[in-house]
T-cell receptor, first 116, second 112 residues
Framework: AQTVTQSQPEMSVQEAETVTLSCTYDTSENNYYLFWYKQPPSRQMILVIRQEAYKQQNATENRFSVNFQKAAKSFSLKISDSQLGDTAMYFCAFMSLTGANSKLTFGKGITLSVRP | KAGVTQTPRYLIKTRGQQVTLSCSPISGHRSVSWYQQTPGQGLQFLFEYFSETQRNKGNFPGRFSGRQFSNSRSEMNVSTLELGDSALYLC???????????FGSGTRLTVV
């Protein structure tokens, strides 16, 4: 079974600064996807970024980028130029591509606060 | 295009009752998954439906069931409610179940 670990329960960052959220995972599989989701107080989970394990290049989406270290099973999210609207819970998630196993396994999440 | 719609947004039920939650996926999405979110357990996978068939199931008791209709809309049912079933229930849809899921805003269920 896969596990996803987010060891930092809370982080705080000043507006316009850069922050990195950590995530590690454990799997014996070789083909999988990794995701970061954001959950603001509105409760809706919003996909921030996705990484395919077979791609060596780190994914980027505007101010969001990841540092994917497959051997170390590490998948951190970097948020540049933090904005007040980035305040939310962030979840790291794993999805196996083996068979029909299309479920997401989530970490416990990290609460990010952006200070004005 | 419209997102994933979950109804109702809030629900209060009494122990022992049953409840049905509804999810309308994004048009064209054939995969619908359900997750339970609680402060203690975090986000846990309940089940996934693809083209009206249950394709995956999480480790929940048989009191939790679901179904998917031909228009891809899905319902989740919980029978004989327990206090521990109080949670945010999230529905997510995807084209094929792998590319990435779009989530709804959830149904907050409170069991008293």
């Amino acid at each position: 079974a896969q596990t996803v670990t987010q060891s930092q329960p809370e982080m705080s960052v000043q507006e316009a600064e850069t922050v990195t959220l950590s995530c590690t995972y454990d799997t014996s599989e070789n083909n999988y996807y990794l995701f970061w989701y954001k959950q603001p107080p509105s409760r809706q989970m919003i996909l921030v970024i996705r990484q395919e394990a077979y791609k060596q290049q780190n994914a980027t989406e505007n101010r969001f980028s990841v540092n994917f270290q497959k051997a170390a099973k590490s998948f951190s999210l970097k948020i540049s130029d933090s904005q007040l609207g980035d305040t939310a819970m962030y979840f790291c998630a794993f999805m196996s591509l083996t068979g029909a196993n299309s479920k997401l396994t989530f970490g416990k999440g990290i609460t990010l606060s952006v200070r004005p | 295009k419209a997102g994933v719609t979950q109804t109702p947004r809030y629900l209060i039920k009494t122990r022992g009752q049953q409840v049905t939650l509804s999810c309308s996926p994004i048009s064209g999405h054939r995969s619908v998954s359900w997750y339970q979110q609680t402060p203690g357990q975090g986000l846990q996978f309940l089940f996934e439906y693809f083209s009206e068939t249950q394709r995956n199931k999480g480790n929940f008791p048989g009191r939790f069931s679901g179904r998917q209709f031909s228009n891809s809309r899905s319902e989740m049912n919980v029978s004989t409610l327990e206090l521990g079933d109080s949670a945010l229930y999230l529905c997510a849809s995807s084209l094929d179940g792998f590319y990435g899921y779009t989530f709804g805003s959830g149904t907050r269920l409170t069991v008293v």
